[in-house]
């Protein structure tokens, strides 16, 4: 039988409470603030460095600077090669040109008043703070919708709590990764309005946003599934009520990929089955999907029981399902399928926000934990919400609680999704806060203090700072740490430890894999290795030149053409190159013991290393 719920029937009087206000309205900008200050105040640190010595903390920092200043400099929109990397076998990166617009429009603008490295530096640190700021208000405006006046507040102190997805607002840190959860605020904010039957509007543009995401990177695609699948599935509770927002949603989405592709994707590519990038066989998935949400909104009212419409569903899903099994078989399998097995399994399976959270529980479990709390702790909120609340409230419950699962989901494959899935656990611990202490509960002596303890227990970061306190306990010391008596991984990507390559001539550098971005952006060198999947030569030569005996590596190395050699001696990549090959070239370096082959050029005390690769023994 339809369920028939008017306009009027979804709002917060059905939850037997309280209707949430939306007055005053300085609440939400104060709680921004709020959140803004104190996320700043953990970050502050590193926002210093960078103004002051222009660090790249992060390879892909380091990359997407390389990629604008390229682009800059004259290199075509749809050309995504970088090609100081890996020049011998050149590859397209799998990014977004669009990711690069806003930082060379900041730059554009600031070279108008200032040196290119100075507005840079400059754009590096507005950036992530204006993302930040646009990704806190849609998640504070999004609470104070659903928990009134209490919400905002409770929802931005939890957020800049949350580890994990703050990290990816650091001043400082340009790569996709802040957008990318930017949009996804913004989807959910637009999608929760437009559960509501006079604003189905909104879940056009909430289609549009996922679309562009989307482009960005496909690590928000299980959401935009996640929020078809919740849209289709309260359509089939719902009936007609829910026409309008299922047809919207999915015009949004097909209108918002049709145009990213056309401005992405080159059209000597358009028929390119590429998997792990946006592509088309993501937009051929889309149009099948949104085509067949207006066939369902087309003969919704011939559809008059639930059943029917569970039976319309899941045929909308299989046919989508089949389309791309069809054309695209590839797609709907490992994305990395085309990586190379040594790759795949010294380098990926080694990467800390790429591995299953089980083996990174195992690897870091002070690091691990407190991600498993505050995720289990928030979701679980989330579903109390869900029970608790009714009519248009318990929709965006329910679609913020469906989020969520499909974050917890993506962590337990790649500890990466962590802070996309803390955006809404942070939601459900914000409500959970707000119904025990917020204007409405019944006013309790000390409840603020009891309300600050509950918020850190809700958050990474105050689960971070409690097991931070046993010294004595946790993993024991990497039995290669006798050859490296201090690790400190960001002295491996300072400036000043690549003075010496920068003066130079150019050649081609064999490093590590992670310092490769870092080579691009502080000297006009070339890299063989960079952290990117799609750069499998390169990362293959420079794992098995580092772990092979020191004739064998000499071969590898002459044979990819490289003249320099750089090694970080304080990196935990280095400690494990070490830990799988104490007699490798690695080893032999970090011991002391060069082979004929390889002259040092830097002795001070740095621990970036760089050494020339002698190919006439006879100097």
Known sequence: MSISIPSNSLSRAEAGRKPAVTKPLWRLP????????????????????????????????????????????????????????????????????LADLPLTASMLVLNHFTDPDTAERITRLLEPSLFYIVFLTALAWLARDLMGSCGPLAAALLVAGSLDATSSFVPGHIHHHALQLMLLALMTKLFCDGLDPARPGRLAWAGASAALSLAINLQNFPFVIAA?????????????????ALGRFGLGLLLGAAVVFLLQVSPSRYFEGSCDAFATPHLLGIAAASLSF????????????????????????????????????????????????????????????????????????????????????????????????????????????????????????????AGSAEVFACLGGAWLLCGTFG??????????????????????????????????????????????????????????????????????????????????????????????????????????????????????????????????????ETQEIVGRSPNGLGAQILAGQLPPWLEAIRSDASPVKVFEVVTDLRR
């Open 439 to 572: 204007p409405e509960a019944a006013p309790r002596r000390y409840g603020t203090l009891f309300c600050f303890m509950a918020g850190l227990g809700l958050t990474q970061a105050g689960w971070t700072s409690a097991l931070s306190m046993p010294r004595g306990f946790g993993p024991g010391p990497n039995h290669s740490a006798r050859l490296l008596p201090a690790v400190d991984p960001d002295a491996c990507f300072a400036s000043a430890g690549y003075d010496t390559l920068r003066g130079l001539p150019t050649g081609l550098v064999l490093s590590t894999v992670d310092p490769g971005a870092h080579i691009l952006a502080y000297t006009p060198h070339s890299a063989l290795a960079a952290p990117y999947h799609r750069d499998s030569y390169g990362i293959r030569v420079a794992l098995l030149a580092f772990e092979a005996a020191p004739e064998e590596a000499r071969t590898l190395i002459v044979g990819a053409h490289a003249r320099y050699l750089v090694l970080c001696t304080t990196s935990p």
């Open 30 to 97: 104060v709680a921004v603030m709020a959140g803004c200050l104190l996320a700043l105040a953990m970050t502050l640190p590193r926002a210093i460095a960078v103004w002051r010595t222009g660090i790249f903390f992060d390879p892909d920092d380091a990359m997407r600077a390389v990629e604008v200043r390229d682009f800059l400099n004259g290199q075509s929109w749809f050309d995504l090669v970088q090609h100081r990397l890996s020049p011998d076998h050149p590859f397209a990166m799998h990014w977004s040109r």
């Open 228 to 244: 078809a699948a919740t849209l289709g599935l309260l359509w089939v509770w719902h009936g007609a009520v829910l026409d309008r």
């Open 294 to 417: 207006a066939l369902m909104v087309g003969v919704s009212t011939r559809l008059r029981s639930v059943g029917i419409r569970v039976a319309a569903l899941c045929a909308a899903g299989g046919l989508v399902l089949l389309l791309v099994k069809l054309i695209y078989p590839a797609c709907l399998g490992d994305p990395y399928v085309a990586v190379d097995p040594v790759v795949r399994e010294r380098w990926m399976g080694e990467v800390g926000e790429a591995m299953p959270i089980a083996k990174l529980l195992v690897r870091d479990p002070w690091r691990t934990i407190p991600i498993v709390i505050a995720l289990g702790l928030g979701l679980g909120c989330a579903v109390q919400a869900v029970r608790y609340e009714a009519g248009l409230t318990r929709a965006r419950w329910i679609a913020i609680t469906a989020f969520g699962l499909v974050g917890i989901a993506g962590t337990i494959w790649q500890v990466r999704v």
